[in-house]
T-cell receptor
Framework: DTGVSQDPRHKITKRGQNVTFRCDPISEHNRLYWYRQTLGQGPEFLTYFQNEAQLEKSRLLSDRFSAERPKGSFSTLEIQRTEQGDSAMYLC????????????FGDGTRLSIL | AQTVTQSQPEMSVQEAETVTLSCTYDTSENNYYLFWYKQPPSRQMILVIRQEAYKQQNATENRFSVNFQKAAKSFSLKISDSQLGDTAMYFCALIPGTSYGKLTFGQGTILTVHP
């Protein structure tokens, strides 16, 4: 169990550029979640995958955001035409099923928009 | 919709003493799951303790215990014998029983343990 890994740890980009983040969940975990966390706040849910199926997207996820989880393994989160308001920490978590089973979080990708 | 409220933005405690972090929540579900997560500075979020709503007995994990008051929709975390390594942001969170596992978090409480 190597834990949830996210890449990159930090991303600095200019407004209007596209960015893509990667998340590698714990290998046997079938559920994968993306959250966004702004400074001093709790994480907010963005989207959820069960295996390769994206089953829910938050209203926070505008059409500039897209997420994929091909083959039910790693996941990518892409933001197109980045805006200042996209600056945040993007957290990935995975779990085996749901309910009381804990979600294991990665270190996050911190996005800064210049 | 679910809401989780943590009314204490910051708390501090002396090493070896006990501290209690408050959390209230609102949900229309009869069954749900409650969690406390810890996020140390610049480190990843880790689970501290969890409680299933239909279980009356309060959960405990070593120095960490909860006071779950279902009628009052309150879920406080007690940390006994505080250690310097307990310094972190603490988040209370909820998953409705009918949900696949989407966590709703509170705003967090920054806990500082002083030597």
């Amino acid at each position: 169990d190597t834990g949830v890994s996210q890449d990159p740890r930090h991303k600095i980009t200019k407004r209007g550029q596209n960015v893509t983040f990667r998340c590698d969940p714990i290998s046997e975990h079938n559920r994968l979640y993306w959250y966004r966390q702004t400074l001093g706040q709790g994480p907010e849910f963005l989207t959820y995958f069960q295996n390769e199926a994206q089953l829910e997207k938050s209203r926070l996820l505008s059409d500039r955001f897209s997420a994929e989880r091909p083959k039910g393994s790693f996941s990518t989160l892409e933001i197109q035409r980045t805006e200042q308001g996209d600056s945040a920490m993007y957290l990935c978590a995975s779990s085996l099923d749901g309910g009381l089973r804990p979600q294991h979080f990665g270190d996050g990708t911190r996005l800064s928009i210049l | 919709a679910q809401t989780v409220t943590q009314s204490q933005p910051e708390m501090s405690v002396q090493e070896a003493e006990t501290v209690t972090l408050s959390c209230t929540y609102d949900t229309s579900e009869n069954n749900y799951y409650l969690f406390w997560y810890k996020q140390p500075p610049s480190r990843q979020m880790i689970l501290v303790i969890r409680q299933e709503a239909y279980k009356q007995q309060n959960a405990t994990e070593n120095r960490f215990s909860v006071n779950f008051q279902k009628a009052a929709k309150s879920f406080s975390l007690k940390i006994s014998d505080s250690q310097l390594g307990d310094t972190a942001m603490y988040f209370c969170a909820l998953i409705p029983g009918t949900s696949y596992g989407k966590l709703t978090f509170g705003q967090g409480t920054i806990l500082t343990v002083h030597p």
